[in-house]
Nanobody, 129 residues
Framework: QLQLVESGGGLVQPGGSLMLSCTAS??????????IGWFRQAPGKEREGVAC????????KHSDSMKGRFGIFRDDAKNTIYLQGHNLTPEDTGVYYC????????????????????WGQGTQVTVSP
């Protein structure tokens, strides 16, 4: 069974930065073959896509609403997907999740939670003074 594990969350000062990591273990855990997404969910709000990346890292897509403040990238040697964020605001507070889809790239759906079949437990990010 596939397990995804996020790490790197915590308390961040407004204007600060974060680096989240997503690793995998278990069945079909080589993330390089799969479309991977980062999502977040704030209290009382729906889960929203932050960034996603294609198998082989040829293409990535980032949420327009987050104004280029987040970036996604892979290190296939470490089987890890990263989410980097900067200039954070309290509105970036939430639980951040990584998710694995299939061995394809569907740009028009990569910010849709329904496109992903496997999810991590999430890591809490709190942006506060």
């Amino acid at each position: 069974q596939l397990q995804l594990v996020e790490s790197g969350g915590g308390l961040v000062q407004p204007g600060g930065s974060l680096m989240l990591s997503c690793t995998a273990s278990g069945r079909d855990s080589d993330l390089s073959y799969y479309m991977i997404g980062w999502f977040r969910q704030a209290p009382g709000k729906e889960r929203e896509g932050v960034a996603c990346i294609s198998p082989g890292s040829r293409v990535s897509k980032h949420s327009d609403s987050m104004k280029g403040r987040f970036g996604i990238f892979r290190d296939d040697a470490k089987n890890t997907i990263y989410l980097q964020g900067h200039n954070l605001t309290p509105e970036d507070t939430g639980v951040y999740y990584c998710a694995r889809a299939g061995t394809w790239w569907l740009e028009e759906r990569c910010h849709s939670p329904a496109a992903y079949g496997h999810w991590g437990q999430g890591t809490q990010v709190t942006v506060s003074p």
